[in-house]
């Protein structure tokens, strides 16, 4: 601080004459201060002024990145659009569910060929269909079996 | 947001105030200088951004907190004692009818004319004060200072100290009258 406002402080009566007494003599001391101290203060004055520098450079580039950013999100190549993204997380999903529905329906027709082959033996057969519901027949088949 | 212009001259105003007061706390003058230079830097990076106005209370903060740290990582240190025998004189040794307050009496623009005699005793009571500054107990110092020397109000200067607008008025007032007494008791008329 460079201003010296002594003020008249002949005797301490009151607090406000005499903290302004107390105030101007802490004035006059930094105002002594050596040069040693005063140089260290003033680099440390320039460095913090650079860091305040180079933190507002980078909230600036950040501001610009993030502008950038928003843009590419509207096909831009930095960063993949949404339904890129989103067709790249689903369409993993979609292939397994698909795979089930193919083996379900596989299953299906298998399960159904081999209903169809029995049927087909059954009917093509020389013995009558009704006589598989006979007793005797099927004592007969037990009996004859090879 | 605070301009380079607005921080350089916020920094400017207040770095030599800034080093007395953590002197008078760590009571060395590189160490103090680190802590200044400690609160620019935090300063600088964390709130730079902020408005001019806001830059006295958060650099008061700054800088009290890490004198406070500085202490914490300090604990063994008892700078109370030693002072009082080192800095004090024997008594009866000054002047009877000097009062240090008197250097200061002249209104400003008068301070050109004063002598070798003048300013020997402007300097010895500067000192003095200093010593008795130095003396205080921590938050009586922080209080006074933040108060009266940074001219915060009483709610920044609670908002610096981390504590309740009464408990600055009373530390204020503590620091106030035990001051006046010492610098009495030093030869100060009352």
């Known amino acids: 601080m460079t201003n010296h406002s002594f003020r008249p402080a002949r005797s301490v009566r009151t607090t406000d004459a005499f903290t302004r007494?107390?105030?101007?003599?802490?004035?006059?001391?930094?105002?002594?201060?050596?040069?040693?101290?005063?140089?260290?203060?003033?680099?440390?004055?320039?460095?913090?002024?650079?860091?305040?520098?180079?933190?507002?450079?980078?909230?600036?580039?950040?501001?610009?990145?993030?502008?950038?950013a928003g843009s590419g999100a509207r096909g831009g190549h930095d960063q993949p659009s949404l339904p890129w993204r989103l067709l790249v997380t689903l369409l993993p999903l979609a292939a397994i569910i698909a795979g089930f529905v193919a083996i379900a329906d596989i299953g299906d027709a298998l399960e159904a060929d081999e209903t169809a082959e029995i049927d087909e033996a059954v009917l093509t057969d020389e013995v009558p269909i009704s006589a598989y519901a006979d007793h005797g027949f099927g004592v007969f088949l037990k009996n004859n079996r090879p | 947001m605070a301009s380079r212009q607005e921080l350089s001259d916020f920094l400017s105003s207040v770095e030599r105030?800034?080093?007395?007061?953590?002197?008078?706390?760590?009571?060395?003058?590189?160490?103090?200088?680190?802590?200044?230079?400690?609160?620019?830097?935090?300063?600088?990076?964390?709130?730079?951004?902020?408005?001019?106005e806001e830059l006295p209370m958060l650099f008061q903060r700054i800088?009290?907190?890490?004198?406070?740290?500085?202490?914490?990582?300090?604990?063994?240190?008892?700078?109370?004692v030693t002072l009082w025998s080192a800095l004090r004189g024997p008594p009866g040794e000054a002047d009877e009818d000097f009062d240090?307050?008197?250097?200061?009496?002249?209104?400003?623009?008068?301070?050109?004319?004063?002598?070798?005699?003048?300013?020997?005793?402007?300097?010895?009571?500067?000192?003095?004060?200093?010593?008795?500054?130095?003396?205080?107990?921590?938050?009586?110092?922080?209080a006074f200072l933040l108060r009266y020397w940074e001219d915060l109000d009483v709610a920044e200067t609670a908002a610096a100290m981390g504590c309740s607008q009464g408990s600055v008025k009373t530390h204020c007032s503590r620091a106030t009258h035990s001051l006046a007494a010492a610098l009495r008791s030093r030869g100060f008329k009352s």
């Open chain 1, 21 to 68: 007494s107390v105030v101007s003599a802490l004035d006059a001391g930094t105002e002594r201060l050596p040069y040693r101290i005063t140089h260290r203060l003033q680099l440390a004055s320039q460095a913090a002024l650079a860091a305040q520098t180079a933190v507002l450079e980078t909230v600036e580039a950040n501001v610009f990145a993030t502008v950038h």
């Open chain 2, 17 to 52: 105030r800034a080093f007395k007061q953590a002197v008078f706390a760590v009571r060395d003058d590189d160490t103090a200088l680190d802590l200044v230079q400690d609160a620019m830097m935090r300063l600088a990076e964390r709130y730079g951004d902020k408005p001019a």
């Open chain 2, 63 to 80: 800088l009290q907190n890490r004198i406070h740290d500085h202490f914490r990582r300090n604990k063994v240190r008892n700078f109370w």
């Open chain 2, 100 to 142: 240090p307050l008197e250097s200061f009496e002249a209104e400003e623009g008068s301070q050109a004319a004063e002598s070798t005699e003048d300013r020997v005793a402007s300097e010895q009571t500067v000192r003095i004060i200093e010593e008795e500054i130095e003396r205080l107990p921590t938050r009586q110092r922080e």
